[in-house]
């Protein structure tokens, strides 16, 4: 009997400065493709809980460093391209995302020494936050960036 499809349940953070600018981070397995930090939810976790994990596990920002401002009111879903989902044997088609906006403390410091995902940041305007993604991750971006501006970015 073959596998049904499904969507992974992921979870994205963007920090937002005062200025407007957003951090993004390059990732090591694609170089010149930026992204914000996101990642699979874990059994049992909730949501919040699961941003704040991946972005110690991503970045090296603990929890104190920063300040949750906004939760995005919905879940959103992209499909990953053919290729890459020929390339899985766990029928996931893609993802569905929970994102939430943080404030950084004065306390944040990005350490990218243990990430196995990232290799740099820097921080962005909007447009070239969508830019700069992955072309499977724009339409998400898309749709978050009338969010993010709403927030001060």
């Known amino acids: 009997m073959p596998r049904s499809q499904h969507f992974r349940a992921n979870v994205g953070a ?18 010149g493709n930026w992204q914000l930090p996101q990642g699979g939810l874990d059994l049992g976790e909730e949501p919040l809980e ?3 994990r ?27 391209p053919e290729g890459v989902r020929a390339d899985r044997s766990d029928g996931r088609r893609g993802q569905v995302q929970k994102w939430f906006a943080f404030r950084p403390e004065s306390s944040l410091s990005v350490d990218l020494s243990a990430s196995e995902e990232f290799r740099d940041h820097r921080a962005v305007g909007l447009d070239e936050l969508v830019a700069g993604v992955h072309p499977m ?12 501006r709403d927030l001060g970015a």
Do not use: K
């Open 14 to 31: 963007a920090i937002v400065r005062d200025d407007g600018h957003v951090l993004v981070f390059e990732r090591s397995d694609r170089p």
């Open 54 to 80: 991946e972005l110690r596990e991503e970045t090296g920002i603990l929890p104190d460093q920063v300040r949750m401002v906004s939760e995005y009111p919905g879940w959103l879903a992209y499909e990953w």
């Open 50 to 52: 699961g941003a704040l």
């Open 137 to 148: 991750r724009r339409a998400v971006y898309a749709q978050l960036v009338p969010w993010l």
